[in-house]
């Protein structure tokens, strides 16, 4: 089960180590199948990445923040930085190619 991130654990993430990727999501008609996506995409990528959803209560500030346009959106981050960005609709198939193609191919040099 993917969970929720706060802005607080966001930042303890960052320096984490280990990649992640957060997903911002509003609570819309589209909500529940990019839910599915990206529990199927925390299930595939388990041993090398951790993957979040950014808290609805937070979520216009974080959008702000991280230059976030709409959603849904999904970053990855590594090494204390953003990495890639995945923008609109998402089924587990393109998920698991954006995350394996973000940490995968070098780009977190």
């Known amino acids: 089960m ?6 607080q654990a966001f930042e303890l993430e960052l320096f984490g180590g ?9 609570r819309n008609e589209r909500f529940r199948a990019q839910s599915r996506a990206l529990d ?3 299930k595939q990528h388990v041993k090398s990445l951790r ?9 216009d500030t974080a959008m702000q923040r991280f230059m976030i346009k709409g959603t849904p959106t999904f970053l990855i981050f590594s090494d204390g930085r953003e990495v890639d ?4 609709d998402s089924d587990p198939e393109t998920l698991d190619e954006f995350i394996s193609s973000s940490i995968g191919s070098g780009k977190r040099s």
């Open 18 to 26: 280990q990649p992640f990727l957060v997903a911002f999501l509003r």
């Open 40 to 42: 199927e995409a925390s």
């Open 85 to 88: 960005r995945l923008i609109g």
């Open 51 to 59: 993957c979040y959803l950014y808290a609805q209560d937070y979520l």
């Open 2 to 7: 993917v969970k929720t991130m706060k802005p």
